[in-house]
């Protein structure tokens, strides 16, 4: 005779975590928050404990006052809607499905030049774990290059009426003039295919004029500018070519361009650095000494081996900083009000879209870079590397290039994601952070995991607190933040 075995309960695919005295799960395989009643609590946490079969869940919640018909609903709503709940081994996912073959694209990022007039120490494009091979190419994209750039987002958005261009470098004003022929020839070209295309640029900030201003808000170009906080902290790295420094340079020319840019908020990108980790003074200097409406930071990518790296204690002390930070995003939330960091304000926008990413960015799915030769490639950080180029504008998209590049990056295709409860929000990290350090775009940013990890805790606490003393602070974060 053969005998057959229950089937043992445990927890499924799920983090959970307390907010306000209220217990949540976060379910990684929808990327989806839900708040616990007291029976679902008590079922998670028994399943915490250990896995049980079916009748010892029953027995324990109808020992809790529960009716036998009502807990083995409870168990059935955990099981089959939500997932919470599971009878199943949970095994590796398998291999990512092929990515699809005409994938509308969003945005295209355009580096109008690859030159530079800062000689910036970290700088992944021009320093030492650069991966760009510029020998022989054009140093400025032509305005023939930039319009069939522009001819080729339309034509390829398809179903979406508002596609987006970044301009990018180098230094991307240092092509100022080509930017305005673009935006011009954009809009009339947009407007023909019943589209409307948006703008943004990221510049350094140190060739703004008042032109130049005058025309970014006259279009709506919304600006980051790159930038690492007070004078001793931007001057540490961001230099011209002879050494010297950069913040006094850019210091009256940022005042004058958040005055003057009234059609959108200009925000501050801080890479951050051996020695540049103060977070918390960087952003009080950039946010309420300069006046940027959001301010956000990234450790600076590196191959592991470089000086300006930051170590373990140096990361521990950002960490630190970006909590005593979200601390204060939350204080404001309660209190129904805007803060600027934007490392909070991002993630939160993520999980109340309920974020599942199949790719840690869209690199390569709905958007491309595009450089000043014409050359296509997943995004701006490998403009000019000819080991990843995608196509050309002139000839289109590779489609067997692109395919390769997207089914490495797809997160199923990561192992070490496969058990991670934040691989929705992270899908394995940067491509080209990846390739810096591990030589591989489709290899997981481990060197980056536990921190993803705490802060993706640390966001969904936050979350969960707004929800549960303040929601409605949360639609209007959403509707200003256009996800309403």
């Known amino acids: 005779m053969t005998t057959v075995l229950a089937p043992r309960y445990r927890l499924g695919d799920i983090h959970t975590f307390e907010a306000s005295g209220q217990g949540f799960v976060y379910l990684a395989s929808a990327g989806a928050i839900f708040a616990l009643d007291e029976g679902a609590a008590s079922v998670v946490a028994m399943l915490g404990q250990r896995e049980m079969a079916y009748g010892e869940m029953v027995s324990a919640l109808v020992a809790n006052g529960y009716s036998r018909a009502d807990a083995e609903d409870l168990i059935r709503e955990l099981r089959s809607v939500r ?25 295209l990022v355009l580096n109008i030049t690859n030159q530079c007039n800062l000689a910036c120490t970290y700088c992944y494009e021009f320093g030492a ?26 034509a390829g958005s398809g179903h979406r009426e508002v596609p987006h261009i970044t301009f990018f470098g180098g230094e991307t004003l240092m092509n100022f003039k080509l930017l305005r022929e673009v935006v011009e020839y954009a809009n009339g070209a947009a407007a023909a295919a019943g589209k409307q295309i948006t ?12 032109e130049i201003i005058a025309f970014l808000s006259d279009n709506a170009v919304g600006v980051t500018v790159s930038m690492d906080g007070p004078p001793d902290l931007q001057d540490k790295h961001r230099v011209y070519k002879t050494g010297k420094g950069s913040y006094a340079v850019i210091e009256p020319r940022l005042r004058k ?20 980790t103060d977070v918390v003074r960087i952003y009080r200097h950039l946010k309420d000494d300069l006046g940027f409406h959001e301010v956000g930071f990234a450790p600076v990518t590196n191959s592991g081996e470089r000086d300006y790296m930051i170590d373990d204690n140096g990361m521990d002390h950002v ?13 404001w939330a309660l209190e129904g009000r805007m803060h600027g960091f934007s490392n909070v304000s991002e993630t939160i926008a993520e999980l109340i879209q309920g ?5 840690p960015c869209g690199a390569g799915l709905g958007l491309l870079g595009v450089s000043p030769s014409g050359d296509l490639s997943p995004c701006h950080r490998f403009t000019d590397s000819d080991t990843h180029v995608l196509g050309h504008i002139s000839t289109g998209l590779d489609k067997d290039k692109r395919s390769d590049f997207l089914t490495r ?39 980056y995991c536990d921190w993803i990890r705490e802060w993706t805790d640390a966001c969904l606490r936050i979350y969960g607190t707004v929800a549960a003393r303040n929601p409605e602070f949360l639609e209007r974060f959403a509707t200003r933040k256009g996800l309403a």
């Not at 774990?129 to 339309?154: C, H, N, Q, W």
Request: hydrophobic share 40%; glycine share 8%.
């Open 83 to 107: 997932g919470i709940v599971s009878d199943e081994i949970r095994e590796a996912p398998l291999a990512p499905a092929p990515p699809p073959e005409d994938y509308p694209l969003q945005a």
């Open 129 to 154: 774990d650069k991966i760009a091979t510029p020998a022989g190419k054009p140093k400025y994209m032509t305005l023939e290059t930039a319009r069939a750039s522009v001819d080729f987002l339309i």
């Open 199 to 210: 703008y943004s640029l990221t510049t350094n900030a140190t060739l703004l004029t008042d």
């Open 257 to 276: 361009l958040i005055a003057g840019h009234r059609t959108r908020a200009v925000t501050a990108r801080v890479t951050l650095t051996n020695g540049v």
């Open 319 to 331: 960490i630190a900083q970006f909590h005593e930070l979200a601390a204060e995003w939350l204080a």
């Open 355 to 359: 974020t599942n990413k199949s790719h």
């Open 409 to 447: 990056g797809h997160v199923g295709a990561k192992y070490e994601c496969a058990s991670c409860w934040a691989r929705p929000l992270c899908a394995g990290g940067c491509h080209h952070e990846a390739f810096v350090r591990y030589g591989d775009t489709g290899h997981a940013n481990l060197h």
